[in-house]
């Protein structure tokens, strides 16, 4: 079974700087897409960054990128999500993510529709 788990959230001045962190279990990372997603009150879920083990190619959402960077320990099976530059608009709960490859052939997809964690708060302040 699939588990995920996110922490390393909180409360953050605009301008400031968070590492998120997600341990995994009961897959492959050969395997899997794995990253994060977020959402906020009244708002649909959005991808925010997305690494494939395929190739190891990463990919940002437009309205982090520049800003935050993904990057994973593979013998800890950890994944970090390093947020810069904090908005008050990136305040969301971010979930981590993981679905398989040969699925879908897209970094995005295996993510949306493969299985999520609880997520962990981010708030930040204007």
């Known amino acids: 079974e699939v588990q995920l788990q996110a922490s390393g959230g909180g409360l953050v001045q605009a301008g400031g700087s968070l590492r998120l962190s997600c341990t995994a279990s009961?897959?492959?990372?050969?395997?899997?897409?794995i990253g994060w997603i977020r959402q906020a009150p009244g708002k649909d879920h959005q991808g925010v960054s997305c690494m494939s083990s395929s190739d190891g190619s990463t990919y940002f959402d437009e309205s982090v990128k520049g800003r935050f960077n993904i990057s994973s320990d593979k013998v800890k099976n950890t994944v970090y999500l390093e947020m810069s530059s904090l908005k008050p608009e990136d305040t969301a709960v971010y979930h981590c993510?993981?679905?398989?490859?040969?699925?879908?052939?897209?970094?995005?997809?295996?993510?949306?529709?493969?299985?999520w964690g609880r997520g962990t708060q981010v708030t930040v302040s204007s």
């Open positions: 993510a993981a679905g398989p490859l040969r699925a879908y052939g897209h970094c995005w997809l295996s993510l949306n529709f493969g299985s």
């Open positions: 009961g897959f492959s990372f050969d395997d899997y897409a």
